[in-house]
């Protein structure tokens, strides 16, 4: 495999590089948000996305016959990456979670409905797996939804966490249980307008400084024109659609960034009258983390290479990539907290903080990035079945 980038993908990438500049507003980028956080919350995110949409970079790996291009995932990959290295909004979810699964699995309407949507940035959505008691677990999911036949729907009860864009997003793609005795193939997948009089929203505040939602479902209708493909196989569509997250809502720049932000601190500054660039464990804790950074985005890059157009995600790869990459970011936060010494713990955007602060935000931001996608306790899971074929109770 060829890890260096063609002239037709640096030219493509080098567009990217040159729109983002003319289009550098802070209140769109801000590289103290990462990850999880680069979501398109705010009036002028959105208006932002669909300057992109204007460019036809919404749909880049679509097939034709849905509005999109056909190309190659290398060309998402590096709008995507360029948007996280500026901080600013991704297009992972509402094209690859959401999009990607209704032209896999959705209804003639569905698509109908959504995907010129997605393609034109005029919907958001926020998507709804977690329960009290179903975390990392999916498939044990409890919200429940029972069938109105008179009304030709189902009726929703029960109770979401972690749904970060619960307060600003247009449509709820939410898991439910709709068959109470097969846990696996029992969780079907509902579109439910985030407006529907019967959500309830509350704010929970993370240890990274962002809102994340609980949302409480009271009698919830939903007709059999929003259920995602069939009854009782969410589940699959979920795991699918989970492969696509743990890749693109993990970005490998953001992390670059930050390990050049420690290299460039490392340089300039002392300890007890020597410089740090000279200590031998400063320089081989930060020839680690390099290359560990450097597998990380080959992982991703091996992702991109088997991840084809119209094809499911490649699990394990899927996997491998975001318990590699998370937990390198997590390494890299600490090293930058014990490199800086006490004065890391300033809060960020402290001006006369080392690093201005981003130690000590990225600190406790990547504790989330562990979590959210499926903890990194699932991922080992995952790998070990699905891609070593090692049996469940090994």
Request: charged content about 25%; aromatic content about 10%.
């Amino acid at each position: 495999m060829d890890f260096e980038f063609p002239a037709e993908q640096q030219s493509f990438q080098d567009e990217v590089i040159e729109f983002l500049e003319a289009h550098n507003d802070p209140e769109v980028f801000d590289v103290t948000r990462e990850n999880m956080a680069q979501i398109v919350d705010t009036p002028e995110r959105r208006a932002f996305m669909r300057k992109l949409a204007e460019r036809g970079w919404m749909g880049i790996t679509w097939p034709k016959e849905h509005g999109g291009q056909e190309g190659d995932g290398v060309y998402e990959y590096l709008l995507n990456e360029q948007l996280a290295y500026r901080g600013g909004p991704q297009i992972g979810k509402g094209v690859g979670i959401i999009g990607k699964t209704l032209i896999r699995h959705g209804s003639e309407k569905l698509k109908a409905e959504f995907l010129p949507k997605i393609l034109n940035a005029e919907v958001e959505f926020a998507v709804g797996y977690s329960e009290p008691q179903a975390g990392s677990d999916a498939a044990n999911m409890q919200l429940k939804a029972v069938r109105d036949e008179e009304r030709n729907g189902w009726v929703l009860n029960g109770q979401k966490i972690w749904t970060t864009s619960a307060h600003f997003a247009d449509w709820y793609w939410v898991g439910a249980r709709t068959d109470q005795e097969n846990k696996h193939r029992g969780i079907t997948v509902f579109l439910v307008p985030m407006d529907h009089p019967g959500l309830d929203i509350h704010a929970t505040w993370t240890i990274g400084d962002e809102r994340t939602n609980e949302v409480y479902f009271n009698d919830v209708f939903v007709s059999d024109d929003y259920v995602v493909g069939e009854i009782n196989k969410g589940f699959q569509y979920i795991s699918e659609a989970l492969d696509l997250e743990r890749f693109t809502m993990f970005t490998i720049s953001p992390i670059l960034q930050r390990l050049e932000l420690l290299i460039d601190y490392v340089k300039t500054q002392k300890r007890d009258g020597e410089p740090l660039k000279d200590d031998p464990q400063v320089r081989h804790m930060i020839a680690q983390l390099a290359t560990q950074v450097e597998v990380s985005r080959v992982l991703g890059l091996n992702f991109v290479a088997k991840a084809g157009v119209g094809k499911k995600p490649p699990t394990g790869e899927a996997s491998m990539y975001k318990l590699f990459a998370t937990g390198t970011s997590k390494k890299l936060a600490d090293a930058s907290m014990d490199l800086a010494g006490p004065g890391a713990q300033l809060r960020v955007g402290t001006d006369v903080a080392p690093m201005k602060g981003r130690a000590e935000s990225t600190y406790r931001y990547t504790v989330i990035d562990t979590i959210g996608g499926g903890a990194s306790e699932i991922q080992k899971n995952i790998i070990s079945r699905r891609h070593l074929g090692l049996p469940r109770n090994f």
